[in-house]
């Protein structure tokens, strides 16, 4: 009984220090790259992502459920757009506008996960009569070791909805809705 005692006080002692001291060598960086090509032009395509008002046509983070409101200029670099849905809330905020070829914004959560990065990358394709669409997201998770297991799951949970939010935007541009705000 003694011996069974030892080695459960063991595994009680031993286990839980073993997933902290993992959690301590798994690299904080994430990075999520999902891409698709879309037969637009990278002018129709760019004005999509640049301006965050029309992120509800294309968005799968958007939904009637989600209330947003925006701030700053209507696109481009310091355009802002905060939203307050059912699971979390936050603001993304354009920091780099270079058109039509790339728009780079950071997402901020409410929740005070750590701020994330994307940028959309457009690319002629197919001798210039479509754009690869290129959506990177990166950043890092907290230091805790815990929250450090978080990059094991990353790319399956967001990578997902990014892959649909590239065919929401494809199926948008390419049934010729292409009338969308600018500035």
Do not use: C
């Amino acid at each position: 009984m003694k011996k069974l005692f030892l080695i459960f006080a063991v595994l009680a002692v031993a286990l839980p220090l073993a997933v902290l001291v993992t959690g301590f060598l798994i690299p904080r960086d994430y990075r999520v790259d999902r891409e698709i090509e879309i037969k637009a032009l990278p002018t129709e395509i760019f004005p999509l992502v640049n301006n965050p008002s029309n992120r509800v046509k294309w968005s799968p983070f958007q939904g009637p459920e989600v209330k947003t409101k925006f701030e700053g200029p209507a696109a481009g670099g310091g355009a802002i757009m905060h939203w307050d849905g059912p699971k979390s809330g936050g603001k993304i905020v354009i920091t780099r506008s270079e058109e039509p070829n790339l728009v780079e914004y950071n997402t901020h959560f409410d929740d005070g996960y750590p701020t994330s990065t994307s940028r959309f990358r457009f690319e002629s394709a197919d001798g210039g009569s479509s754009t690869k669409v290129v959506w990177e997201f990166f950043g890092q998770v907290p230091a805790h070791p815990l929250r450090r297991y978080f990059v094991f799951f990353i790319d399956g949970s967001v990578g997902d909805k990014h892959f649909r939010g590239l065919e929401n935007m494809k199926r948008y541009l390419e049934s010729g809705s292409k009338s969308v705000a600018s500035s």
